[in-house]
C-alpha cells in the first residue's frame, strides 16, 4: 500500500482563509485580536518558530507584538512582563515560546499567564478543563493533529492510538484529546518495554520523541494512520521527523510529511485559539 499523504499546508490554507474572515467580522465590531509572544534567548529553532507564527498571524490581520530579550532575563523580569500583557485588553493571547533558559522555571511562568489568554492551552486550568472534556483552549500542535485525522474522514471512536512520546506539549494532550473522541489510547515512552509490540497494534500511530527516523516501517501496522510530530534537523541541513517517511509511506494507508504535515497546523491552532478568545472578550 502507498499511503495518500496528509497535506497540512492545504488543510492549514483553508482553516486560515476562515479565521481571516472572522478577524474581519471582529474588527467590525471594534476589536482586533492580538497576540503577544515573548522569546528569550537565540535558540534557532524557537527564533525560526516565532518568526512563522508572526507571518501566517500577520496574514490573518491578527495583531502581534513581539518581545524578544536575552538569555540573561530574569523570572521575575519575565512574569512583570507576563503581567502587563495581563492586564492589556489589546492582546487576547499570550505565548512564552519554550524552552526556556535554565534558571527560569517554566511552572512558574506558564501559571502566571493569564487562563483567559493561555492561547497555548499549557496552564493547568486549562488542561484541567481539556482532561474533562469541556471547552478551552486547547493546545495547538494536538488540536491539529484532530483536526488533520477528521480530515481523512476516518472514524475515531474505538480506534487503537498508540502515542510515542509522553510531553506535556504534544504526546500526552494528544491522546487525551483523541480519549474524548472516544479512541483507546496507549502511551509509550523511553521506558516501554517493548515499543514494536504497541505500535505494530495503532491504527493511528502517533509519534513525537523528536528523533529523526526513530520510527521505521516493520514497527508500522499495514494500513496504519501515521502523524509524524518530529522536527529534527540533519547534518546536510534537512529536516527530517521521527518517522523513516520513504519507507513508511509504503506501509501506511495515511502518513503526514515533515516539512509540510503537523507543524503548518500547530500555528494555526494558535491563531485559532487567539480568535476565540478576542471573541470572548466581547
Ligand atoms: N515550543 C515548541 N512548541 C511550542 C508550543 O506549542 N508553544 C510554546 N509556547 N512553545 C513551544
Do not use: W
Not at 46 to 74: C, N, P, T, W
Not at 85 to 95: M, Q, V
Not at 154 to 171: F, Q
Amino acid at each position: 500500500m502507498t499511503a495518500t499523504i496528509i497535506d497540512g499546508k492545504e488543510t492549514a490554507k483553508e482553516k486560515r482563509g476562515q479565521l481571516a474572515k472572522e478577524v474581519e467580522e471582529l474588527k467590525k465590531q471594534g476589536v482586533t485580536p492580538g497576540l503577544a509572544v515573548i522569546l528569550i534567548g537565540d535558540d534557532p529553532a524557537s527564533l525560526s518558530y516565532v518568526r512563522g507564527k508572526k507571518k501566517a498571524a500577520e496574514a490573518m490581520g491578527i495583531r502581534f507584538q513581539l518581545d524578544h530579550f536575552d538569555a540573561s532575563f530574569s523570572e521575575q523580569e519575565l512574569l512583570e512582563v507576563i503581567d502587563q500583557y495581563n492586564n492589556n485588553d489589546d492582546f487576547h493571547g499570550i505565548l512564552v515560546q519554550l524552552p526556556l533558559p535554565d534558571h527560569i522555571s517554566e511552572q512558574a511562568v506558564i501559571e502566571r499567564i493569564s487562563p483567559d489568554k493561555d492561547v497555548d492551552g499549557f496552564h493547568p486550568l486549562n488542561v484541567g478543563k481539556m482532561l474533562l472534556g469541556e471547552d478551552t483552549f486547547l493546545p495547538c500542535t494536538p488540536a491539529g493533529i484532530v483536526e488533520l485525522l477528521r480530515k481523512t474522514g476516518i472514524d475515531l471512536s474505538g480506534k487503537e492510538v498508540v502515542v510515542v512520546g509522553r510531553s506535556n506539549i504534544v504526546g500526552k494532550p494528544v491522546g487525551q484529546l483523541l480519549l474524548n473522541e472516544n479512541a483507546t489510547v496507549t502511551y509509550c515512552h523511553s521506558r516501554t518495554a517493548d515499543l514494536t509490540a504497541h505500535t505494530k497494534k495503532a491504527d493511528i500511530l502517533i509519534v513525537a520523541v523528536g528523533k529523526a527516523n526513530f520510527i521505521k516501517a516493520d514497527q508500522i501496522k499495514d494500513g496504519a494512520v501515521v502523524i509524524d510530530v518530529g522536527v529534527n534537523r540533519l547534518e546536510t541541513g534537512k529536516l527530517a521527523g521521527d518517522v523513516a517517511f520513504d519507507e513508511a509511506k509504503e506501509k501506511a494507508s495515511y502518513i503526514t510529511p515533515v516539512p509540510g504535515g503537523v507543524g503548518p497546523m500547530t500555528i494555526t491552532m494558535l491563531a485559532h485559539n487567539t480568535v476565540k478568545s478576542a471573541k470572548r472578550s466581547i
